[in-house]
């Protein structure tokens, strides 16, 4: 017992942990409080990276169209490298798969065809249908802009973690279910 102050050992140690819930009290709420503006300067920062690579994507659709040919215009350049990688389609997918209207892809269509990017003939099971298919030039264009772009963004990929780069893997994946 301390002699000046009356208290025991036991006490002082109570009035101490207390003091000290006290204190872990106080800082888990002043955490709390500082949590929201935590995340909601985190979801800005997200926010502000996501527009830069919205807005750097569109600059490499237009680089990459240019590569391919001159007069090519994005939207062309989205149709013929979906059309690239499945190997062929039809107006009618093209439209619900990019959810345009199919006046906008006959004319897209019509343009790829005329820069001689694109070829159609008639589908063997319904006539009424055009097949599309890339043309030999295109589909080594596209390969060309696939590879570049493929070593730019290797030497990006190079510098991140396996860790970092599930965790990116994981970001995307919910983003899209959103």
């Known amino acids: 017992m301390n002699a000046k102050t009356g208290t025991g050992s036991a006490e002082i140690m109570a009035s101490a942990a207390a003091a000290a819930a006290a204190a872990a009290a106080a800082a888990a709420a002043a955490a709390a409080a500082a949590a929201p503006s935590d ?4 979801l800005g920062d997200l926010q502000a990276h996501l527009n830069l690579i919205f807005a750097r994507t569109r600059s490499l659709w237009r680089e990459s169209a240019a590569r391919v040919h001159p007069e090519l215009q994005v939207g062309g350049y989205k149709l013929l490298t979906f059309i690239d990688r499945a190997g062929t389609a039809n107006a009618h997918e093209l439209a619900e798969r990019f ?6 892809i006959s004319r897209q269509v019509r343009m790829l065809e005329e820069l001689g990017l694109l070829e159609s003939r008639p589908d063997e099971r319904d006539g009424r249908l055009r097949v599309l298919s890339a043309t030999a030039s295109a589909c080594s264009a596209l390969a060309e802009v696939r590879r570049d772009y493929g070593s730019r963004l290797q030497a990006v990929i190079d510098e991140l973690t396996p860790e970092e780069i599930r965790a990116a893997s994981k970001a995307f994946r919910l983003l899209a279910e959103v």
């Open 39 to 42: 995340v909601d300067s985190a």
């Open 99 to 104: 959810e345009m209207d199919k006046s906008v």
